[in-house]
């Protein structure tokens, strides 16, 4: 089992920065990759970003690349979400899940944190 918590969530105005964080326990944290996902009202669960266990390699989705980065810290068993020039668009609740292989598809993660509200005013 992989516990995830996610932080760093809350009210920002466009053009604003937040960075979120996921912190894992329980099995080894090295031996996953990670994702973020985020949820609007009224609408399916989107990737959008992802990396692999050796934070090498990272995945975007195009509504937010060049604008959010991902990141790891095995040592500190989190991952990273930086989201800067923020949108009212990225306004959702923001979820990290761990899984084998990195992927967009939410069905392949394995665990999820319970997520973090980020609003974005206008």
């Known amino acids: 089992q992989v516990q995830l918590v996610e932080s760093g969530g809350g009210l920002v105005q466009a053009g604003g920065s937040l960075r979120l964080s996921c912190a894992a326990s329980g099995r080894t944290f090295s031996n996953y990759a990670m994702g973020w996902f985020r949820q609007a009202p009224g609408k399916e669960r989107e990737f959008v970003a992802g990396?692999?266990?050796?934070?090498?390699?990272?995945y975007y989705s195009d509504s937010v690349k060049g604008r959010f980065t991902i990141s790891r810290e095995i040592a500190k068993n989190t991952v990273y979400l930086q989201m800067n020039s923020l949108k009212p668009e990225d306004t959702a609740v923001y979820y990290c899940?761990?899984?084998?292989?990195?992927?967009?598809?939410?069905?392949?993660?394995?665990?999820w944190g319970q997520g973090t509200q980020v609003t974005v005013s206008s």
């Open positions: 899940a761990a899984t084998s292989v990195v992927s967009i598809r939410k069905g392949v993660y394995d665990y």
């Open positions: 990396i692999n266990w050796t934070g090498g390699s990272t």
